[in-house]
């Protein structure tokens, strides 16, 4: 079925991540027929609809975060009338840390269709591109902005055994790579990706801490981390923690034995650390 004939529905676009190459024929077709376009930026979904040499003949709104909840009844009005609503956003899938998902859960409550146009995800393409293990993942949108958030989410990775994929400023990169580094071990492999499909494309991999040095010169562009799963522990907290006490009893310094049992036993030196307290 063509998405953008028939019946009122919402049809979910993906974007080129920056090269407009990457837009599928499909996309082309649904920018030049649909009747309302909802876009997160309505410039640069002309400056996209230029290169591609398509000229939207349909209505086109604006639907970032900030109006997004009011522009809904409108599009739900407008679908219900026949019209079919593309979304797009700037770069990649819609809703997915994407303005999207409300107007999905709205279309979905009205019983309106709601389709799906695949394509570029900057999630999927870091995934593939890191070098570690993609069988198994977990997607964490936007890292969180202050440290003791942060801190919070990150403990809650410490043990992910799937890899994990989140966005990032590249303002505030060095700060996350560094707390990650702190909190999930110096040595767990990772990946920043940089500018994906740009021309300035750039894979950084290796340690939390390796990366975190690297970062702290500055990096610019559009950020997704990648950060490989924890490795099994040889034993559990409480038998290293034995192990901690039983050295440090014989007169060695608490820092160095914790981090000499974390690195071979492939667990945080903090989570040790405290432990051992």
Known sequence: MNPVSGSGRLVLAATPLGDSRDASP???EALAGAD???AEDT?????LATALGV???????SFYDAVETGRIPGLIEAMRDGSTVLLVTDAGMPSVSDPGYRLVTACIAEDLPVTCLPGPSAVTTA???SGLPCDRFTF??????KTG?????LGELVGERRTAVFFESPHRLAETLAQAAEMLGGERPAAVCRELTKTYEEVRRGGLAELAEW???GVRGEITVVVGPALPAATDIPSLVAQVRARVDQGERLKTVVAEIAESAGVSKKVLYDASL
């Not at 410039?43 to 400056?47: F, M």
């Open 43 to 47: 410039r640069r979904l002309r400056a």
């Open 55 to 61: 000229s939207p003949s349909g209505r086109v709104v």
């Open 140 to 145: 964490e949108g936007f890292a969180p902005r």
């Open 36 to 38: 309302v376009i909802a």
């Open 127 to 129: 995934l593939a591109v």
């Open 149 to 153: 958030e942060r801190g919070r989410w």
């Open 26 to 28: 499909r996309l082309i």
């Open 215 to 217: 970062a702290a010169d």
